[in-house]
């Protein structure tokens, strides 16, 4: 059974940075596409970022050029780095994975299709 558990969140001013990251158990998830997706109160949950196992990179627009998505396999761990951090990124951050044969990742826009999903750490950007 596939366990994913987020560390890292917290609370941050605008313009700070935090890592986040997810670690996997109970399945080698080298060859898994693997993304990071938020939620804040009263909105739907959202994509962020998504890596395949190529290292291939999906951003939205409203992050590139300030989060880098990334992965260790050997630690079985992905990560997020935030940087320039604004109030509008605040929101729950959930780590998520999902496995496909001969086709590319889903998008970090295809939520409902990543299949395997962490609790959740809160991030908090404050002005």
């Known amino acids: 059974q596939v366990q994913l558990v987020e560390s890292g969140g917290g609370s941050v001013q605008a313009g700070g940075s935090l890592r986040l990251s997810c670690a996997a158990s109970g399945y080698n998830l080298s060859g898994a596409c693997m993304g990071w997706f938020r939620q804040a109160p009263g909105k739907e949950r959202e994509g962020v970022a998504t890596?395949?196992?190529?290292?291939?990179?999906n951003y939205v627009d409203s992050v590139k050029g300030r989060f880098t998505i990334s992965r260790d396999n050997a630690k079985n761990t992905l990560y997020l780095q935030m940087n320039s951090l604004k109030p509008e990124d605040t929101a729950m951050y959930y780590c998520?994975?999902?496995?496909?044969?001969?086709?590319?990742?889903?998008?970090?826009?295809?939520?409902?299709?990543?299949?395997?999903w962490g609790q959740g750490t809160q991030v908090t950007v404050s002005s």
């Open positions: 890596i395949d196992s190529a290292r291939s990179t």
């Open positions: 998520a994975a999902t496995i496909v044969w001969n086709a590319e990742c889903p998008p970090p826009q295809s939520t409902a299709e990543y299949k395997y």
